[in-house]
């Protein structure tokens, strides 16, 4: 029995170091020999080299000069990156109906001359609670309020839009999209920070 014992333990020792040490070291030397930026969090800077965020983790913006992302349910204020989650509200819940509602009129209020009823996703949360992207049409449904708050043409600001939607992965995988955060760096580095 003692024996078995021993080979038990050796057996677990082996598995231990070599799944939980030598081959995440290895995937994480190979990643930052192969993709340096996305292995270290393809993380976004500034017109000063000063780090802003990460393009893959959603972030709160509020001011009227700047794109908005759909709303999070990531930690008790929303796009915390160390509480990804989604809200798990279902369609009876009353609390989801409330702040829909709450949402709808927030947003119809602050974009008046926005086209069309709220798209969806400005007032639904994604599964992680972090999603960095919207759709192009969620994205366009904002233009006028970005134009009207930095007083530019709505049409400078929609080129700026065009030239940042990422199209499907590989040419078929998801849907054409939008990042928030770098969207919001390019009106910035177009038109300068609004103060």
Same mark, same amino acid.
């Given at each position: 029995m003692r024996r078995h014992i021993i080979i038990g333990l050796r057996v677990t020792a082996v598995?231990?170091?070599?799944?939980?040490?030598?081959?995440?070291?290895?995937?994480?030397?190979?990643?930052?020999?192969?993709?340096?930026r996305q292995a270290s969090g393809s993380l976004v800077t500034d017109e000063s080299a000063r780090v802003v965020g990460s393009?893959?983790?959603?972030?709160?913006f509020d001011k009227p000069w700047y794109f908005q992302p759909?709303?999070?349910?990531?930690?008790?204020?929303?796009?915390?990156?160390?509480?990804s989650s989604g809200s798990n509200l279902g369609p009876t819940s009353r609390k989801l109906r409330d702040r829909v %509602?709450?949402?709808?009129?927030? /947003?119809?209020?602050?974009?008046p001359d926005a086209a069309g009823p709220v798209p969806d996703e400005l007032v639904t949360t994604s599964a992680s609670g972090l999603d960095p992207h919207l759709s192009p049409a969620a994205a366009l449904w904002q233009v006028p309020r970005v134009a009207r708050a930095r007083a530019i043409a709505p049409e400078r600001v929609l080129a700026i839009l065009e030239s940042m939607i990422e199209g499907r992965d590989l040419g078929l995988?998801?849907?054409? %999209?939008?990042?928030?955060?770098? /969207?919001?760096?390019?009106?910035?580095?177009?038109f300068g920070r609004v103060r």
């Open positions: 598995t231990l170091v070599l799944t939980g040490i030598v081959y995440p070291c290895l995937v994480t030397a190979v990643a930052q020999v192969l993709f340096p393009a893959l983790i959603g972030q709160r759909r709303p999070s349910a990531a930690g008790e204020k929303g796009w915390d990156a160390t509480a %509602r709450a949402d709808i009129e927030r /947003l119809r209020k602050g974009n995988l998801g849907e054409p %999209r939008v990042n928030v955060l770098l /969207l919001n760096l390019a009106l910035d580095r177009h």
